[in-house]
């Protein structure tokens, strides 16, 4: 994966992180429609990485396509945390 799109991808996961916490800090009663925009990001992260894998897949070695892939498995895993938290209340 070029360094640049690495470079991308890794500050969209900061900004991603600071507005979540900055989200729990902030809206103590009213987090709902915070938490579902960060699991839609989240998803919507999750597809880019997915597309931008599939672009470069031949620049890419087989531990950063596991890299990837288990990245998408975790951040998966995650949106479906958040959403159940958002049905369950």
Known sequence: ????????????????????????????EN????????ALVNLLYCCTTAALVIYFRQELTQWGLTYFLLEMVVIICLVVVEFKTLIQR
């Not at 470079?7 to 900055?22: D, E, G, K, P």
């Not at 987090?31 to 960060?38: A, D, M, S, V």
């Open 1 to 28: 994966m070029p360094r640049k799109v690495l470079y991308f991808l890794a500050a969209l996961a900061c900004l991603f992180a600071i507005y979540s916490f900055w989200n729990y800090v902030r809206f103590k």
């Open 31 to 38: 987090w709902r429609p915070y938490l579902r925009g960060i």
